[in-house]
Every structure is written in C-alpha cells, then in structure tokens.
C-alpha cells in the first residue's frame, strides 16, 4: 500500500547541494515592524550578495563578513549574518498532481535584525551554483478520503517476527480517514498535559510548545508550570501552514524569538484551521538561541543528543512515521519492514511527525537502548501517551531533526 502524506508542509525539495552557492537577496525597504506582509513585495531598494558554503558558513561576498546559514528540512533555509536574519521557503509550483521544485529561488522572505527590529521584505536568486529545476510526481495513492481500518493481520504479523515491543488495534481509528490518520503523522513532570491533537496536522506545534514549557519548568526549578497554545500557531503564525504541518527550528525557535507564545489559557485548542484571534491581552513568552542539535540541519547525532537533553532538558525530534507505528501499543519501536509506507520525497533524513524527546535508558533484561519520547496522540495511545524507540541506529531518522531554544526567563 501506497499512501500519499499530507503533511508535507510545502511541496519543495530541495537539497544541500541545490542550495548552497552564490545567492543574491533583493531586499525592500527597512523599517517595517513584525506586522509586516510580505505576500506581495517591493524587493528594489538594495541587494545583498552571499556565499552559502559548507557546512554552515555565509559570506558576504561584498565586505568578507562571515555568518551562519542552515537548511529547514528541503523546504527552505535560514540565514544570519551582518546582525540580521534572512529566512524564506524555496520556490515551487504545481500542476495537478506534478510538483516543480525551483532551488535557485526563494519564495518572498521576511528579514530583520537580531533583536527581532527593522523588518522587511526579500526574494532570494541563486546566481553561481545553479540547479536545474527538479520536477516530481505525487505518487499514487489510496484515497485520502477513504476510511482507515485497522490493519488485524499487520497487527499480528508485528508481534510474531519480534519481541523488541507489541501492536494492537486502535478502534477510535476507524472513525477517520486515511487522511487524518496521516495528519497525525505531520505530577512534577516537567511536561504539559497531554491533548490528543486530533486530524489536525499540528504535531510539530505540540512538539514545540511541550518543548518550551519543559524548558520553562526547568529553568524556573519547576515554580513555572506554563502550558503554551498549539492552536495560537495554527492559526496565527506565517512560518508555518497551520493544520497541514510546519518546522518545530521555525516555531520553538524563531517564532518563539520574534513574536512569542501564548497560553493555552489564552487561545485553546481547536484542532483545525480558522482565522487568527485577537491575543493582545495575552501575555506572550520568548526563547533564543535556537538551532539544531549540532548546530546547523545535519549535525545532529545521539551524543549529542543525550548530552543536550541532560544539561538542558526535553527537545523537539521528528521521525518517519511508517503504517506499523500506527498500532505501537508498547515496547522498544523499531520499523519492522511490514505494511506499506506513506509515500514522501527523499532529503538528508525523511521525517512525517514531530515529537518531545524526555529521556533515555537500556532495557535491563535485553540490554536494547531506548529513547523515552512524548506523543500528541492522546493518553490511552502506547505507554500512557508515551513511547519507546530504539537509540543509537537512528531508527526512522529520530537522530537526525532534533531542535532546541532556550526560554527567556527572569
């Protein structure tokens, strides 16, 4: 079985190799605030020109300056450097079911300084480098619409070729489509409650916002016991598509520095896409400092992730969600090769669903070692709400997306 995912974010893929190179960024007007639309730009007022080398270094082609550079999964790329930021998603365009990737432009960006002031607006054009356009077919699929039905022969199939963790029915599922099962794929605890996030494709919200609030926990030696709104970036934030999926490096990182986040209190869940609230009552929390695990999109690695998690506490991960991991009931989660697969592109490491990274161990018995991992699917889903995978493999590349931001906190 073939499945299409739905929570691809953009449809753009775009490589390391088809970014890095010569870019120019032809910048508006400066000046503006964080109120800014960028949709339909005036980019004539001055052009920046920069190098993006490997493996993170941007230079001003201009003046020598160095700065930082990173890619956003293969959808897009951040840059920093002479005190500002530069962030836009690569170019592409669609004809029914064909996708063409444009890598050597950007769509209209958003750049300001580094302490989030004087905004405007740049498309980015890659000059020296250049790759030619990359056209894709959607794959074929089996409806979106059509009803999802416990797979009861996968299910026993999972738990006769390997002992390492169970499956079983989820009768809840067959109450939704094919669809929306794959949008879900997109006490003194330092973690949020749990909420099911439903159909809606806000994982990578969930993710981030259980991110902060156990970082907040954490720094306020657990006096802080905040509870941040996924729904308030659904519907408000323009880094990501809402219901149909986004970045936790773009939401717990940089829409967390450049505009902050609510409360559930404030905006609660809705599990869908509607129109943006008035917050300006609401107080709004900020974090900083945020990157990859590594550094930059690729440096990322277990070590370093169990060193981060240690000093600093939960991260946001993302990981493949492959047709067996629907009916993970508990256990040490490997993909097991059976089922099908959800149909996705092929950039550094393929991940569908973001997730809270909380700890990790050794099985006393088999030795195997594990990451501890918090899930948006509910309490009554694998261990309580929580599951375990197996460490050091990178197993369905959970070792390879992690991001962290650091609260700002009094």
């Known amino acids: 079985m073939v499945l299409s995912t ?34 339909n730009p005036t980019t004539n007022y001055f052009n920046l020109t920069v190098d993006l080398n490997y493996p993170d270094i941007a230079v001003d082609v201009t003046t020598g300056a160095e700065g930082f550079w990173t890619l956003i999964y ?16 690569s170019k592409y365009k669609t004809s029914g079911k064909n996708v063409t990737s444009i890598c050597t432009e950007t769509l209209p960006g958003m750049f300001h300084n580094v302490i989030g002031r004087d905004w405007g607006c740049y498309i980015g054009q890659k000059v020296k480098g250049l790759a030619t356009a990359k056209a894709s077919q959607q794959p074929r699929y089996v409806s979106v619409n059509a009803p999802f039905r416990n797979d009861h022969n996968l299910i026993q199939q999972i738990n006769s070729v390997q002992k390492s963790w169970t499956a079983k029915a989820y009768k809840e599922y067959e109450q939704m ?22 159909s809606c494709g806000s994982c990578y919200s969930f993710s981030s916002m259980g991110m902060l609030a156990a970082r907040f926990r954490v720094a306020s ?26 970045f936790p490096y773009l939401i717990a ?25 008035n917050t300006t009552s609401c107080k709004r929390y ?28 939960p991260m946001s991960v993302s990981f493949e969600v492959l047709e067996d991991f629907f009916s993970y009931s508990g256990g040490i989660y490997h993909h097991t090769g059976l089922g099908g697969n959800l149909g996705k592109f092929d950039p ?39 599951f375990r995978i197996r460490r050091g493999t990178d197993e369905v590349s959970i070792e390879g997306l992690a991001v962290e931001s650091f609260p700002i906190y009094p």
């Open 6 to 39: 739905v929570v691809a974010d953009t449809p753009a893929n775009c490589t390391f190799d088809d970014i890095a190179g010569r870019w120019v960024f032809m910048m508006g007007d400066t000046g503006g605030d964080r109120t800014i639309n960028c949709s």
């Open 74 to 89: 293969n959808q897009g790329f951040e840059v920093v450097i002479n005190s500002r930021k530069y962030f836009a998603y």
């Open 177 to 198: 489509t094919w669809g929306q099962m794959l949008l879900r794929a997109g006490g003194a605890k330092p973690y949020a409650p749990f909420t099911d996030q439903g």
């Open 221 to 246: 030696n657990n006096t802080f016991k905040p509870v941040f709104s996924p729904q308030e970036i659904v519907s408000c934030s323009e880094y990501a598509q809402g219901c149909e999926g986004g």
């Open 253 to 277: 990182g940089k829409y967390a520095e450049d505009f902050g986040v609510v409360e559930e209190s404030c905006y609660t869940y809705e599990g869908k896409d509607s129109s943006c609230k």
């Open 286 to 313: 900020y974090a900083t400092n945020y990157q990859y695990v590594g550094g930059y999109y690729g440096a990322c690695n277990e070590d370093l992730m169990k060193v981060q998690l240690v000093k600093n506490g």
């Open 348 to 386: 550094f490491q393929l991940t569908n669903h973001a997730v809270l990274l909380v700890g990790y161990g050794q099985d006393g018995e088999t030795g195997e070692k594990f990451w501890s991992v918090k899930n948006s699917w509910g309490e009554s889903w694998g261990e309580n709400g929580y």
